[in-house]
């Protein structure tokens, strides 16, 4: 045992430069694993730094000083966050509200309507089972009220979180962009001079997580946005909590639409039964859903993130169970990162066999 032990570390560990890559990769998972709720504005504003880098680089390449290009990018990025504060959170808040308010007579609507499934189809669906479906919804819905009223009375430490983030995170999405190659010269000179492996492992990731992650915020706000248009044209009720909800659906692969299009079709049937606007309706909402992945996802990823869908499941389920949504959103990009390592690692050649 020991000598098969002592042969694998032999063999994928022979290299000074892949020893330091899997220390400073531990290293960084138990830091974000400990240490993440005390540094999570630091993080936040290094993601948002690093989306808004490549904006910074074409600026750059139009021959604008790297200080100008800087501070266009923040102001607009301010400007987008001025307008989420002001224009977006308001409505979102106050369709959030109504929805609370009509919710009771919705569960009354789909009540009335699951009661009449057993008379209507007796060989599929029994009272028993209807019975127990609202059960069901009602102790869940119980749970979230509990939850709501939990929520509502701790209220104030969030607020202050919320303002915390307000403040610090732009302040680091400054520095960061500003100060980016300062940053990079400090953490290199922790480096080995000799750096092959680290390097190649950096390229691929940062090309691939770049492109998936801008892409995955595009990809965010058309989706969202052009929700939004169809729903409002189309006359929906909370078009902009559903379009929101429609937006974040993308961010986990294959399960996202499936599981958003409940609240969406369950909204439209109490607003309308069984109408023809409820069936044009879903007939957008598919539209949409089909263009997104089959003409805007491979448009803005192409072979960005070359990775079988059961690794991106596992993925999805591994970091989403540690890190929440946050694990969930970058799920793909810690995936590209772990089979970016694996395919640069230096591996050396099985042991010989000995010639008699």
Same mark, same amino acid.
Request: charged residues 10%; proline residues 5%; glycine residues 6%.
């Given at each position: 045992?020991?000598?098969?032990?002592?042969?694998? *570390?032999?063999?994928?560990?022979?290299?000074?430069?892949?020893?330091? #890559?899997?220390?400073?990769?531990?290293?960084?998972?138990?830091?974000?694993?400990?240490?993440?709720?005390?540094?999570?504005?630091?993080?936040?504003?290094?993601?948002?730094?690093?989306?808004? $880098?490549g904006? *910074? =680089? +074409? #600026?750059?390449?139009?021959?604008?000083?790297?200080?100008?290009?800087?501070?266009?990018?923040?102001?607009?990025?301010?400007?987008? &966050?001025?307008?989420?504060?002001?224009?977006?959170?308001?409505?979102?808040? $106050?369709?959030?509200?109504?929805? /609370?308010?009509?919710?009771?007579?919705?569960?009354?609507?789909?009540?009335? +309507?699951?009661?009449?499934?057993?008379?209507?189809?007796?060989?599929?669906?029994?009272?028993?089972?209807?019975?127990?479906?609202?059960?069901?919804?009602?102790?869940?819905?119980?749970?979230? %009220? $509990?939850?709501?009223?939990?929520?509502?009375?701790?209220?104030?430490?969030?607020?202050?979180?919320?303002?915390?983030?307000?403040?610090?995170?732009p302040?680091? *999405? /400054?520095?960061?962009?500003?100060?980016?190659?300062?940053?990079?010269?400090?953490?290199?000179?922790?480096l080995?001079?000799?750096?092959?492996?680290?390097?190649?492992?950096w390229?691929?990731?940062?090309?691939?997580?770049? =492109?998936?992650?801008?892409?995955?915020?595009?990809?965010?706000?058309?989706?969202?946005?052009?929700?939004? *248009?169809?729903?409002?044209?189309? %006359?929906?009720?909370?078009?902009?909590?559903?379009?929101?909800?429609? %937006?974040?659906?993308?961010?986990?692969?294959?399960?996202?639409?499936?599981? !958003?299009t409940?609240?969406?079709?369950?909204?439209?049937?109490f607003?309308?039964?069984?109408?023809?606007?409820?069936?044009?309706?879903?007939?957008?909402?598919?539209?949409? $859903?089909?263009?997104?992945? =089959?003409?805007?996802?491979? &448009?803005?990823?192409?072979?960005? !993130? =070359?990775?079988?869908?059961?690794?991106?499941?596992?993925?999805? +389920?591994?970091? %989403?169970?540690?890190?929440?949504?946050?694990?969930?959103? /970058?799920?793909?990009?810690?995936?590209?990162?772990?089979?970016?390592?694996?395919?640069?690692?230096?591996?050396?050649?099985?042991?010989?066999a000995?010639?008699?």
């Amino acid at each position: 045992m020991l000598k098969v032990l002592r042969d694998w *570390v032999q063999r994928y560990f022979s290299d000074e430069e892949a020893v330091v #890559l899997a220390v400073f990769l531990v290293l960084g998972f138990t830091i974000v694993l400990t240490l993440g709720n005390m540094l999570a504005p630091v993080l936040a504003g290094l993601v948002l730094a690093f989306l808004m $880098q490549g904006l *910074v =680089n +074409l #600026l750059e390449r139009l021959r604008l000083p790297q200080g100008l290009a800087v501070w266009i990018v923040f102001t607009l990025f301010i400007g987008a &966050l001025a307008l989420i504060i002001c224009v977006l959170v308001p409505l979102l808040w $106050q369709q959030l509200s109504a929805l /609370f308010q009509e919710l009771p007579g919705m569960l009354g609507e789909w009540q009335s +309507l699951l009661l009449l499934l057993p008379e209507r189809y007796p060989h599929l669906v029994t009272d028993e089972q209807v019975l127990k479906a609202i059960e069901v919804t009602r102790s869940e819905i119980a749970k979230f %009220g $509990q939850w709501a009223l939990t929520f509502s009375l701790s209220s104030l430490p969030l607020l202050v979180n919320v303002m915390i983030y307000l403040v610090l995170v732009p302040i680091l *999405v /400054f520095f960061f962009l500003k100060d980016r190659l300062l940053i990079a010269r400090w953490f290199s000179g922790y480096l080995p001079t000799e750096r092959a492996l680290m390097t190649e492992v950096w390229d691929e990731v940062n090309e691939q997580i770049a =492109n998936y992650i801008r892409g995955k915020v595009i990809e965010i706000v058309i989706c969202g946005s052009v929700t939004y *248009v169809a729903f409002v044209w189309l %006359g929906l009720n909370y078009a902009a909590l559903l379009a929101l909800l429609v %937006g974040l659906s993308v961010v986990v692969p294959y399960i996202g639409a499936v599981v !958003v299009t409940v609240p969406v079709a369950m909204i439209a049937l109490f607003q309308w039964g069984w109408s023809d606007q409820f069936i044009y309706l879903m007939v957008v909402y598919t539209v949409i $859903q089909t263009l997104d992945g =089959n003409v805007l996802v491979p &448009l803005l990823f192409s072979e960005a !993130v =070359n990775l079988h869908p059961v690794a991106i499941i596992c993925a999805v +389920l591994l970091f %989403g169970g540690l890190w929440g949504f946050w694990g969930v959103f /970058f799920a793909i990009p810690l995936a590209t990162l772990f089979k970016a390592v694996l395919d640069a690692w230096p591996k050396a050649g099985p042991p010989q066999a000995l010639e008699h």
